[in-house]
């Protein structure tokens, strides 16, 4: 005999395929990855992202559904997912911490191979009073603006939120075009000494985490959109505003350290 009331406040997950189809396109990224450094063929690789992000879309589809209409994410519910995207912050702080510690332990001290010199010679380094300061205003905007639209949302004025989040998706989409033209432009590359290994490795990244937080913050303006949040009821959105934060303050370190510092 099976009974619908739970008697507690905690979300029990339903039986899902997600986690196997997960499982099974990161196995086939990474065989893919290995075939295309190996025989130059991508057919795997774009198979093990298209499964990737056909699980993605129907995973996060489910926790929507949950949270939105079928009430499962109650406050105690909440609450674990607020302590879940901290701890997740967390660890992507440290991931960056480690391309850091790379760039002043070389650029501190710099050894005989570089010249003992910093930027190493025949390095020609960004100016970082062009496209890098314009970047940085971008992203100060940005999350000028996605504050703002939480504040709003937290006021139930949906009009002002959605024209501000619309704002933060246009800033963070120009971020990246930005950041491709610097990179095609650029004039050194990866392999160009651990300048440009430490460059590309801790901006690149941060690149990606641009791109990731813009569809982040993308999806929160589908369902806002949809009517999926309300002024007490908006933790996605809240974990895109902070995640957003988070990539924010990554580049201010960035700027300071690797385009002016480093210069």
Request: proline letters at 4%.
């Amino acid at each position: 005999m099976t009974n619908n009331f739970n008697g507690h406040p905690y979300h029990l997950v339903d039986f899902s395929p997600w986690p196997f189809t997960g499982a099974i396109g990161s196995m086939t990224l990474v065989t893919g990855l290995v075939k295309w450094f190996h025989n130059f063929n991508m057919n795997l690789l774009i198979l093990g992202y298209f499964i990737i992000i056909l699980t993605m879309y129907q995973w996060w589809r489910d926790v929507c559904r949950e949270g939105t209409y079928q009430g499962k994410h109650t406050i105690l519910v909440s609450k674990g997912l607020r302590w879940g995207m901290i701890l997740f912050i967390i660890s992507e702080i440290f991931f960056f911490i480690s391309f850091f510690w790379a760039f002043f332990h070389s650029s501190l001290a710099p050894n005989i191979e570089l010249g003992t010199m910093w930027p190493p010679m025949s390095i020609i380094p960004f100016n970082p009073f062009q496209i890098p300061l314009l970047n940085t205003i971008i992203l100060i905007t940005s999350g000028l603006t996605v504050t703002w639209a939480h504040h709003a949302l937290m006021n139930n004025n949906f009009s002002q939120t959605s024209q501000s989040l619309f704002i933060t998706i246009l800033l963070g989409f120009y971020f990246s075009m930005l950041q491709t033209f610097e990179y095609y432009e650029a004039p050194f590359t990866i392999s160009d000494s651990v300048y440009g290994s430490t460059f590309f490795m801790a901006t690149g990244f941060h690149g990606l985490h641009v791109i990731i937080g813009t569809i982040f913050l993308l999806t929160c303006f589908i369902r806002l959109i949809n009517n999926h949040f309300s002024s007490t009821h908006h933790f996605g959105f809240e974990a895109a505003a902070w995640y957003w934060h988070f990539v924010d303050v990554v580049w201010l370190f960035l700027y300071i350290s690797i385009y002016w510092w480093g210069n």
